[in-house]
């Protein structure tokens, strides 16, 4: 089944203590980008992969760090999380990113930063 | 950077009717304007999408305009049912693709059976 798969769906942590959300798709896509979802601001971009090893930021990078060494994962760090990165995360993946093709959304990630 | 402003936030319609829900955006250069449903608890699913080189376009129940020249698009939902209730995204990106998408800030659409 094709699909994006993130992990974990629910996460507790306290500041300053590093974690990693993972997202991989298997679907072959070139595309691939993190969202967050906060309450009356809609998605907004974190990073976004063109193609492996090719990051680069969206409108709110400040905080996370990315990396895509292969096709099919892009997980999403926070070196030292902090409670105003508490959101729900979303990893989306497309055939490429330059044509207007579906985003695949992966099942989210809600994070608590107590 | 692109913005993009969505209202209303909140619409709630009687089941059977018409659902309009309208969004504007601020970089003249974008050319790809897609919509995405969100139902409680799940991810988004793109709906309907339109590029700008074209002003209209349908899929069954589901429609969206797109004017360049004021640099708005609206979603058209006719003859609403109670599956239609969701939150709602539009956005908005140039070079016709999602390299750089931005959503507007949702809309909840409720249908009153």
């Known amino acids: 089944e094709a699909q994006v798969t993130q992990n974990p769906r629910y996460l507790i942590t306290v500041t300053g203590k590093k974690l990693t959300v993972t997202c991989s798709q298997n679907?072959?896509?070139?595309?691939m980008s993190w969202y967050r979802q906060d309450p009356g601001l809609g998605l907004r971009q974190i990073y976004y992969?063109?193609?492996?090893?090719?990051?680069d930021k969206g409108d709110v990078p400040e905080g996370y760090k990315v990396s895509r060494k292969e096709k099919r994962n892009f997980p999403l760090i926070l070196e030292s999380p902090s409670p105003n990165q508490t959101s729900l995360y979303f990893c989306?993946?497309?055939?490429?990113?330059?044509?207007?093709?579906?985003?695949?959304f992966g099942s989210g990630t809600q994070l608590s930063v107590l | 950077g692109e913005n993009v402003e969505q209202h209303p936030s909140t619409l709630s319609v009687q089941e059977g009717d018409s659902a309009v829900i309208k969004c504007t955006y601020s970089?003249?250069?974008?050319?790809?304007f897609p919509w995405y449903k969100q139902e409680l608890g799940k991810r988004p699913q793109l709906i309907i999408d339109?590029?700008?080189?074209?002003g209209e376009k349908k899929d069954q129940r589901i429609a969206v305009t797109l004017n360049k020249t004021a640099k708005h698009f609206s979603l058209h939902i006719t003859e609403t049912q109670p599956e239609d209730s969701a939150v709602y995204f539009c956005?908005?990106?140039?070079?016709?693709?999602?390299?750089?998408?931005?959503f507007g800030t949702g809309t909840r659409l409720t249908i009153i059976p």
């Open positions: 989306a993946s497309s055939l490429t990113g330059g044509a207007p093709e579906k985003l695949f």
């Open positions: 970089d003249s250069a974008s050319n790809y």
């Open positions: 339109i590029r700008s080189n074209v």
């Open positions: 679907m072959n896509h070139e595309y």
């Open positions: 992969s063109m193609n492996v090893e090719v990051t």
């Open positions: 956005a908005a990106s140039r070079d016709f693709g999602n390299e750089k998408l931005t």
